[in-house]
């Protein structure tokens, strides 16, 4: 099928990369071989810088507040996990912020104008959105899902996770395959963050990723599938490039495509357009995520 049967918005999500610039300061690729790094570059994009400082503290609040309706004052410790993964850490969905999805009947009705993921996002990712400031943490989650994303996507609801200063981090893991679909996207707030991400056939292929506070960035395909990720418990494994990257409390807000997608993602690569896979939603019904 020719590229330019595509959505605008499924192209630009195919062709956005992590670039050299933001490689070589946020990127640790030393122990992955040479002919591979292109393609981490391409399943893990990290864009510094997304949100803007009121941005944060916005989202910050809004998602400390939650945190405390949902759970007051406790916090968890390794065994309250029901796999053990994260330690020190509160967590909570936050349903109402989804922003309003396209549904798929507004989908098939936007086929012929094209997408809002803008034409700039071809080849490039998107710059911080200087002077646009969005004020309600909805705003952000449906700005993130247009201006990456192809628009037929579905995603399930964000989930809070706070991270305790000092203490908390998340053991290497692949997040769970029935939770979510072909990517796992992240915003951090209140601190920088080391995540460390481990080939599991081959744990002698490693790289790190230096997360700022106010970076959005996401796994995807060979990353998201085939590399457990983490971020490291003990204060001194907290590195990068050699240098120790203090740990504040870290909030960040994880948003994950829908695994009813995943035959979606398939027929998109495939070429279908988002119309076609909407058509065919349209008679498909929707599946629980499971809590
Ligand atoms: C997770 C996870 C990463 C992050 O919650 O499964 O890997 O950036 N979080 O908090
Ligand atoms: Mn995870």
Redesign the pocket.
């Known amino acids: 099928m020719e590229s330019s049967d595509i959505d605008p918005g499924t192209l630009a999500y195919q062709q956005l990369r992590t670039p050299p610039s933001i490689a070589s300061t946020h990127f640790d690729l030393s122990r992955i071989p040479t002919s591979e790094r292109a393609q981490i570059l391409q399943d893990f994009i990290l864009v510094p810088g997304y949100l803007s400082p009121e941005e944060q503290e916005m989202l910050l609040a809004a998602a400390a507040k939650k945190l405390k309706r949902a759970l007051g004052k406790q916090v968890r410790y390794e065994d309250g996990h029901f796999d053990g993964v994260i330690t020190r850490y509160r967590e909570c969905s936050a349903t109402d912020w989804a922003g309003a999805a396209p549904s798929a009947s507004e989908v098939l009705d936007d086929r012929d104008k094209g997408t809002t993921a803008s034409e700039t996002l071809l080849s490039t990712i998107p710059q911080s959105p200087q002077g646009t400031n969005r004020t309600s943490p909805s705003e952000v989650m449906q700005s993130i899902k247009q201006e990456f994303f192809p628009p037929c996507w579905k995603w399930v609801a964000p ?1 809070i ?1 706070e991270l305790e200063a000092g203490r908390g981090g ?1 053991k290497p ?1 692949v ?1 769970h395959l029935d939770a979510s679909g072909e990517v796992v996207a ?1 915003l ?1 707030l209140g601190s920088d ?1 080391v ?1 460390e991400l481990i080939h599991e056939g081959d744990p002698e292929k490693q790289f790190r990723v230096l ?1 700022p506070k106010g970076c959005f960035y996401f796994q995807r395909d060979t990353v998201r599938y085939h590399y457990k ?1 983490g ?1 490291p418990i003990e204060l001194e494994d907290h590195q990068f490039k050699g240098k120790v990257i203090p740990k504040d409390r870290r909030i ?1 807000i ?1 948003l994950r495509v829908s695994v009813i997608m995943l035959t979606t993602v398939v027929s998109v690569q495939n070429g279908s357009t988002c119309s076609e896979v909407a058509k065919k939603e349209l008679n498909t019904p929707a599946t629980p995520y499971p809590s």
Do not use: K, Q
Request: net charge negative.
């Open positions: 989930h996770l998340i893991h997040d992240g951090c963050a995540m997360l990720h971020i960040s994880m």
